[in-house]
């Protein structure tokens, strides 16, 4: 009950917020349409790269959004206000991590069909695996955003942690330099970072027309990773401050 | 009610409380007075359990504060308005009532009870800060709360206001819930049951208006509390 009402506050915080709502569904479809026009006469690229994309764009957005609204419910002392009420607090990590999710799906929905459809991005596996893996990599983006809030005091802060968290992960994850081919070192890194196996789905649902086991594995390490950083964050919250 | 027992907190190296020590009785109004910075807020916090305590014990209905069973019993306004700003007034009281398992019908009653109900569909952020700090109020009126611990809650409201505040007050302590009530206005000590005068950490009066007022020998508050502070620190 608790989780459900911390869930819709969420959405109508969110709701009210008509910018933000816009931005979220249109920035990724305009971003989408400018790699069109730049790898227009590429041959496939475009599929690789836009497949790859659809993942990674839910993951940054819905980080910065996370951590950002996390990081107000700490200032504006709602956070310490909610727990002293009958709050759990998986309630309030489960309730983002929901809210959050749903926004994805319109987000993921949207994008997805765009790129079908307008863009003409072919994959040989089906469109709603994109989606289900760009939903999946939004949850994760909002569990380390909601861990990573905990370590910043401001927005300044928490904002710079998108270079430290999701920067890194998007250079090793196999876009630019294809993970077989990076230095040992680089590629245990690789291993190490959660997106990695989101984008590996990805490229499996791009190169074969049924879901496969390795895709399958790749979700599972992926949801295994939103639940450390959500068990992380959950020991974050604390009853008592200083 | 609540009993705190030689509370001692530090925040960062200095002291704030120092050995605190005091009962808070059931079903009445005690004003926590004390000039700012001299540890109100780290008390309330205490007593609400969200306050890292060095030594010392605080019960708040026999149990510690803080105890999960304490959750639904205890009310909490801080200082600074505690709701979303970008919902309204409705949507904040609404979203309180349910983490209490109450419905809307509830949600409308504590929204009455602080005179928001003409404010009710506005979003918070676009409020006065005396209206914003009502909307803050009315999600801790929910459920009726045992103990309903304030923290200034009348700063920059205005004179009619405030009186209706304190009379919500009152009404409520007639029903039985205790109410902690902090103020660093001497006008609003005379309106406690009770009072705790609290300054630099050090609890320097726990007594009824009255009896502070007589053996001060003045009908002054104020002037009441400068003595009071005189006689703590020899010049």
Known sequence: MILLATTGRILRQLRHDRRTVAMLVVVPVLLLTLLYFMYRDAGTTFDRIALTMLGIFPFVIMFLVTSIAMLRERTTGTLERLLTTPMRKLDLLFGYGIAFGLAATVQGVVATGAAYWLLGLSTTGSAGLVVLVAVLNAVLGVALGLFCSAFARTEFQAVQFLPVVVVPQILLCGLFVPREQMAGWLEAISNALPLTYAVDALAQVGRYAEPTADMWWDLVIVAGAVVAALVLAAATLRRRTG | ?235
């Open chain 2, 1 to 235: 009610m609540i009993e705190v027992n030689d509370l001692v907190v530090e925040r960062g190296k200095r002291e704030v409380l120092r050995g605190i020590t005091c009962t808070i009785p059931t079903g009445l109004v005690t004003g926590l007075l004390g000039p700012s910075g001299s540890g109100k807020t780290t008390l309330i916090r205490a007593i609400v359990g969200v306050q890292i305590v060095k030594s010392g014990t605080v019960t708040v209905l026999g149990e510690p504060a803080g105890s999960a069973s304490l959750r639904r019993t205890v009310g909490y306004v801080t200082q600074s308005p505690s709701v979303y700003a970008d919902l309204t007034v409705r949507e904040n009281v609404r979203y309180f009532a349910a983490l209490y398992g109450l419905g809307a019908a509830e949600a409308e009653r504590a929204i009455d009870d602080v005179g928001l109900a003409s404010a009710a569909t506005q979003l918070v952020g676009n409020l006065s800060g005396g209206q914003r700090s009502r909307a803050s109020l009315a999600c801790a009126l929910i459920g009726t709360p045992r103990l309903l611990v304030l923290d200034e809650p009348t700063v920059g409201l205005d004179p009619v206001l405030r009186a209706d505040l304190w009379a919500k007050f009152h009404a409520l302590a007639a029903e039985g819930t205790t109410l902690l009530v902090s103020s660093h206005v001497m006008d609003e000590a005379g309106r406690c049951d009770r009072l705790l005068l609290i300054r630099e950490g050090v609890l320097i009066g726990d007594d009824t208006p009255a009896a502070i007022r007589e053996r001060a020998g003045t009908d002054d508050l104020e002037e009441a509390f400068l003595r009071r502070i005189r006689e703590q620190v020899p010049a």
